[in-house]
Nanobody, 122 residues
Framework: QVQLVESGGGLVQAGGSLRLSCTVS????????MGWFRQAPGKEREFVAA????????SYTDSVKGRFTISRNNAENTVYLQMSSLKPEDTAVYYC???????????????WGQGTQVTVSS
């Protein structure tokens, strides 16, 4: 059974940095697409970033480009989200997600972690 476990959330001041981690157990991630999503209070869950495990190809939503970086550690089956220059509007629960088939649609992400809270104070 594939499990995704996030860590690294917390409280940070605006302009600060945090690194989120998502460790996947249960299988190797060859062929997977991994992603980060977030959901702020009262808002829909939104895509943040994605990474194709085999190629390392990344994509980002416009609001985080230049501030967030998604990366992976093959040996540890872990994907990271390095967040810098954080803004209060980045406050949300951040979720790690996995797309086992390496698709192209957001709906292809079908495995989810439990989420980790990120709060950015002004």
């Amino acid at each position: 059974q594939v499990q995704l476990v996030e860590s690294g959330g917390g409280l940070v001041q605006a302009g600060g940095s945090l690194r989120l981690s998502c460790t996947v157990s249960g299988r190797t991630l060859s062929g997977y697409r991994m992603g980060w999503f977030r959901q702020a209070p009262g808002k829909e869950r939104e895509f943040v970033a994605a990474l194709r495990w085999n190629t390392g190809t990344t994509s980002y939503t416009d609001s985080v480009k230049g501030r967030f970086t998604i990366s992976r550690n093959n040996a540890e089956n872990t994907v990271y989200l390095q967040m810098s220059s954080l803004k209060p509007e980045d406050t949300a629960v951040y979720y790690c997600a996995a797309d086992p088939r390496g698709g192209s649609l957001l709906s292809d992400f079908r495995l989810w972690g439990q989420g980790t809270q990120v709060t950015v104070s002004s």
